[in-house]
């Protein structure tokens, strides 16, 4: 592996990046990838308090939010009914130019499949199944060069791009697993951030881990990285802290500040460690339970210490038919939904 050599070097690269961090505003967005397959069914509309017709971004302005945060996959399958595709290049281009335009910031979202990837799927696209390390490894460079670039030529430029979507344990496995060939999974890292780099030097390079109120899991990764002189510069955690995901099915755990609270110890133990700020990328609440989104949402804003740079609901503008019953909406009429008190409560903070 290409490692960085010097600890000047090192040193200066580091504080320069964390400087450069520090001057972002407090990122407050969300992630609202759904956006466009939403609006192609028709069958619902977002609307603002006077109940007039509004664009999903403009909600978002609407309510505070600063960010959007976007997924991409590499070879996403067509709908069934309609045999259109969505989360890959085009449909992220279409949605970050309608981001730009409504004054949002944007954060890209790299899964590295065809799917979801998250800790308990991270499949490796189809496409690449037959790859080994040297050829996964310029897989990885091609698509998010390819991304990249049709970005850049349609004027949008990521503030953040995390390479990897939820990766405690790795990503595009088997090759790609952290626990069986952690050498591999840097090298796949690696590849990514440095091709981001290359092409969106001033972008905000990020590792995504779930459960930010659990250290261990950040810490196997990110020593890792570190262990092969890895660069990326921010952290990105998934936090659901009022979620009992244990339980069957899964209940609202009405004792969340205490996750909460250990997550936002995590973020100076992350600094002292390994001199790195972070970001929570992914947060979200039954819909059913507005008051205390509300609640959550508003603490962890207020709450947030030096190094937390930023919070990302995901994913508040989802409809019925979804089955994805953590957004942040509600109905206010026939087929009609307005932002709940959940997602105004970015813009009271």
């Given at each position: 592996m290409k490692r960085l050599t010097g600890f000047?070097?090192?040193?200066?690269?580091?504080?320069?990046?964390?400087?450069?961090?520090?001057?972002?505003?407090?990122?407050?967005?969300?992630?609202?990838?759904?956006?466009?397959?939403i609006e192609h069914t028709a069958k619902y509309q977002l609307v603002d308090e006077q109940g007039q017709p509004i664009d999903g971004f403009q909600m978002m302005r609407d309510c505070g939010m600063n960010m959007v945060r976007l997924r991409v996959w590499v070879h996403p399958r067509p709908d069934r009914h309609d045999g259109v595709t969505w989360c890959d290049t085009h449909d992220v281009v279409v949605k970050a130019v309608r981001a730009k335009k409504a004054g949002l910031r944007l954060m890209?979202?790299?899964?590295?499949?065809?799917?979801?990837?998250?800790?308990?799927?991270?499949?490796?696209p189809e496409e690449w199944k037959d790859c080994n390390i040297d050829q996964l490894c310029d897989s990885v460079e091609a698509h998010t060069t390819e991304v990249l670039l049709a970005l850049r030529d349609a004027g949008v430029t990521p503030t953040w791009i995390q390479v990897g979507n939820e990766t405690p344990t790795g990503f595009m496995k088997p090759l790609g697993d952290a626990t069986e060939h952690p050498e591999y999974f840097a090298r796949l890292f690696q590849r990514g951030e440095q091709t981001c780099k290359?092409?969106?030097?001033?972008?905000?390079?990020?590792?995504?881990?779930?459960?930010?109120?659990?250290?261990?899991?950040?810490?196997?990764?990110?020593?890792?990285?570190?262990?092969?002189?890895?660069?990326?510069?921010?952290?990105?955690?998934?936090?659901?802290?009022?979620?009992?995901?244990?339980?069957?099915?899964?209940?609202?755990?009405?004792?969340?500040?205490?996750?909460?609270?250990?997550?936002?110890?995590?973020?100076?133990?992350?600094?002292?460690?390994?001199?790195?700020?972070?970001?929570?990328?992914?947060?979200?609440?039954?819909?059913?339970?507005?008051?205390?989104?509300?609640?959550v949402i508003s603490y962890m804003i207020s709450h947030a210490p030096d190094h937390l740079r930023g919070l990302v609901y995901w994913e508040p503008i989802t409809t019925p038919d979804f089955g994805y019953k953590m957004g942040a909406l509600k109905s206010c009429g026939d087929r009609q939904f307005m932002a709940n008190d959940g997602m105004k409560a970015f813009g009271k903070n």
């Open positions: 000047i070097c090192v040193y200066v690269m580091g504080c320069l990046c964390c400087m450069a961090q520090s001057r972002l505003p407090f990122a407050k967005g969300a992630d609202i990838s759904w956006i466009t397959q890209l979202d790299f899964h590295y499949s065809n799917w979801w990837a998250d800790p308990g799927q991270q499949h490796v290359r092409i969106c030097p001033e972008a905000v390079t990020m590792v995504h881990i779930d459960n930010g109120f659990m250290m261990e899991r950040t810490e196997f990764i990110l020593d890792i990285l570190q262990k092969y002189d890895v660069h990326y510069d921010m952290l990105g955690w998934s936090l659901y802290p009022a979620m009992n995901w244990l339980a069957e099915p899964p209940v609202i755990d009405l004792n969340w500040q205490v996750k909460a609270d250990q997550c936002i110890a995590n973020v100076d133990k992350i600094y002292q460690k390994y001199g790195k700020e972070a970001m929570i990328v992914e947060i979200g609440i039954p819909d059913d339970h507005e008051a205390l989104c509300a609640e």
